[in-house]
C-alpha cells in the first residue's frame, strides 16, 4: 500500500471507528426517531384516511414499521 | 538548516499583525527557545511553519522545503506538540497513536511496533486501552507528546508542554525531550518558564509584538542586557524590570 493510501484508509477507519463508538446517537437516535414518526402519525391520521392512491394506509405503513 | 523563516509577516483578517517580518534560523540538531509574553506571536509563528495559518508574506522553510509550496513533505519532517490537549475524546490511547501516524503514511507494522515503544517509553502501557478522555492531565500530556513523536519527526515542536504540569512530569519531560535531541532530532520549544529555557536551550529568542528582538545563548543574553539571569533579561525586555527578583524587593 502507497503512503497516500494508508493515509486515506487512516481516516476512513478513525470515522467509522468513530461513528461506531457512538452507537446510540448514530444508529439507535435515527432508528427510534423514525419508529415515533411512524406510530404516532399513524395512529393520529390512520382513522381518519381511509385510502391513499388506491392502497389503505394501514398497509402502506405496516411494512415499513416492521423494518424499523 | 532545520527551519529557516525569512521575513515573515502574518496579518489576520481583523487587522491584528501578529508577526512583522521575523527572520530566523535553526540549525539542525539544535535546542531552541522561543520566549516571549502572551500574545507575542510565537503559536502564530508555529502555526505558519506547520501550515495551520497561511503567512501574509515572507517565506518559512523546514529542512529546506518550503511550507507552503511543498507543505506536504515540510510537514512530514515536523512532529507537533500543540499547547492545547487536542485529543480525539473517542479514541483510545492506542488508537490515537496508531491514527496519526497512519496520517503520515506508516505502514501498519511499523506502527504498531512504534506506538508499543512511545507507550512503554511514557508509562501509558497499562492505559492503553482507555479512551483519551478518562486520562488525567499528566497522562494527556505525555499522550499528545508521544503522538508528535509517532512519525520519527526531525523537527519536534513544543508549544509550552510544560504549561500546568506537575514538578515531576515536567522534569520527565525535560529528561526525554533532551534524550530525543541528543539523538538528532531539532527541538523548537516555546515556554514562560525561563528557567526551563536556561537549563534546556542551546540558544534562545526573544519575541515581543511580532518582532524578534533578541537572540544569542542564553549567557549571551543576560551578558548583553548587564544582567544574571535570563529572567532579568526577559524583564529588561518586555519593559518590567522592577520585577525583577535579583533586586530583591517584591521578595518578603
Known sequence: MSAAQIRFFSLVRREINRFLKIKRQTVGAPLLETFLYISVFGAALGSRIDELAGFDLDGLLRPAAREV | MALQVVDLVKRYPTGTEALRGVSLE???????????PNGAGKSTLIHCATGLARPTSG???VFGHDAIEHYEQARLAVGLAAQE????????????????????????????ERARELLDTFSLTGKKDDRTRTLSGGMKRRLVLARALMHRPRLLILDEPTAGVDVELRLELWRYV?????????????????????QLCDRV????EGRIVALGTSAELAAEYGVASLEDAYLELVGRKELSRARGEILP
Not at chain 2, 26 to 36: K, Q, S, T, Y
Not at chain 2, 205 to 208: E, G, Q, S
Open chain 2, 178 to 198: 533532551q534524550q530525543i535531541n541528543g539523538e538528532g532530532t531539532t527541538v523548537l520549544l516555546t515556554t514562560h518558564y525561563l528557567e526551563e529555557a536556561e
Open chain 2, 26 to 36: 535553526i540549525e539542525a540538531g539544535e535546542f531552541f527557545g522561543l520566549l516571549g
Open chain 2, 205 to 208: 529568542a526573544f519575541i515581543n
Open chain 2, 85 to 112: 490537549l487536542n485529543l480525539d475524546w473517542f479514541l483510545t490511547v492506542e488508537e490515537t497513536l496508531d491514527y496519526h501516524a497512519g496520517y503520515f503514511g506508516m505502514p501498519r507494522r511499523e506502527r504498531r
Open chain 2, 59 to 61: 517565506t518559512i522553510r
